[in-house]
């Protein structure tokens, strides 16, 4: 990982036009090529970035990162106040809790009720940045990535959208579509998911567990 501290202005040209004037800023180049641009403060959510895949072509004061969409993101730099790069190591990976383990299970065993006629191709279906939890196949053949949550926030939704953009590099399974899978899935993770074309779906735990009728909901 490359982590610089610098003064900078940021310019995104896509679906819409952005600026952010210049000020002090953290810019993080991951492995992966992600490129995110943080302000002190905000939490996690950083103020631009442009997930992988990718380009991103560093000249003299200037850093212009583009995607295959046309996306363009052109960073000036006025001052670079630190610059250094990290070897992370491979991680491994976010624990699940019991209750979303146990979802994974459950609808691992039981892929009929993500969709009928669906199979299971694998859990833990591994792509180079970290394991979609599970991969099916539908009823027409088709390859579906499922990620569950116990409660669906934005960026489980992102976390498989970084999933679908290397599963479909791989021609034995594009094209592949994503379901996105949690016991509640909040409004902003719907509308950002649907603007994605990832399918999403409310699970109620107990009635997989049998306590009550397994009929699911699909939206």
Same mark, same amino acid.
């Given at each position: ?95 699940? &809790? @019991? +209750? /979303?383990?146990?979802?994974?299970? *459950?609808?691992?065993? $039981?892929? #009929? ?5 669906? =199979? ?34 934005? &960026? @489980? +939704? /992102?976390?498989?959208?970084?999933? *679908?953009?290397?599963? $479909?590099? #791989? ?5 592949? =579509? ?42």
């Amino acid at each position: 990982m490359r982590v610089v501290i610098a003064r900078c202005s940021v310019d995104y040209q896509g679906r819409l036009s952005a600026h952010l004037p210049l000020a002090t800023r953290l810019i993080m180049v991951k492995a992966d090529g992600c490129v995110a641009i943080h302000a002190d403060g905000g939490a996690y959510k950083p103020l631009n970035w442009m997930n992988a895949p990718n380009r991103l072509v560093t000249e003299e004061g200037v850093w212009t990162v583009t995607n295959p969409k046309g996306e363009v993101i052109r960073i000036t730099l006025d001052e670079v106040i630190s610059d250094s790069s990290w070897e992370l190591g491979v991680d491994p990976g976010l624990q699940k &809790d @019991g +209750v /979303e383990a146990h979802l994974q299970e *459950l609808l691992a065993a $039981n892929c #009929d009720h993500l969709g009928e006629g669906w =199979r299971l191709v694998r859990r833990e279906y591994p792509t180079d940045i970290g394991p979609v939890d599970l991969l099916c196949r539908d009823a027409d053949g088709a390859a579906v990535a499922v990620e569950i949550k116990r409660r669906g926030e934005i &960026d @489980g +939704v /992102e976390q498989l959208t970084r999933y *679908l953009e290397f599963l $479909n590099r #791989d021609p034995m399974l594009r094209p592949v =579509r994503g379901v996105f899978v949690a016991q509640q899935v909040k409004p902003q993770a719907r509308v950002l998911a649907s603007d994605r074309g990832i399918a999403w779906l409310e699970v109620d735990y107990d009635e997989l567990r049998g306590i009550e009728s397994t009929e699911l909901r699909l939206f």
